[in-house]
Nanobody, 130 residues
Framework: QVRLEESGGGSVQAGGSLRLSCATTGSSSYIFINHCMGWFRQAPGKERERVAIIQFPSGTTYYDESVKGRFTVSEDFGKTTLYLEMNTLKPEDTAMYSC????????????????????WGQGTQVTVSS
């Protein structure tokens, strides 16, 4: 069983930065070999949206247009941890941020079926004030 746990959320002012982490436990070696991992967010009253995706082992990434140039997704294979570096934060970035992982066998890492990713964390809250 794969478990994901996010950390690093908090409250910052607009223009500030945060670094989110997603620690993988359980069958981590399985998840980190030839799989997809990503960050997603959900603001109050809105649907969950995709923020950034990274595919292993190619390292290919995807970013939503709203975060391009400001957010960076990366992984530390040795620590089996996924990161999201968030810079120049805006109030509209306020949301619950969750990480997710999938073997990428039945769905595409970068397709529209990301809501079907197999494993999800509980989330960490990010609040950006103006």
């Amino acid at each position: 069983q794969v478990r994901l746990e996010e950390s690093g959320g908090g409250s910052v002012q607009a223009g500030g930065s945060l670094r989110l982490s997603c620690a993988t436990t359980g069958s981590s070696s399985y998840i980190f070999i030839n799989h997809c991992m990503g960050w997603f967010r959900q603001a109050p009253g809105k649907e969950r949206e995709r923020v950034a995706i990274i595919q292993f082992p190619s390292g290919t990434t995807y970013y939503d247009e709203s975060v391009k140039g400001r957010f960076t997704v990366s992984e530390d294979f040795g620590k089996t941890t996924l990161y999201l570096e968030m810079n120049t934060l805006k109030p509209e970035d306020t949301a619950m941020y969750s990480c997710a992982a999938d073997p990428g066998l039945s769905i595409s890492c970068f397709g529209d079926q990301w809501s079907l990713f197999s494993y999800w964390g509980q989330g960490t809250q990010v609040t950006v004030s103006s």
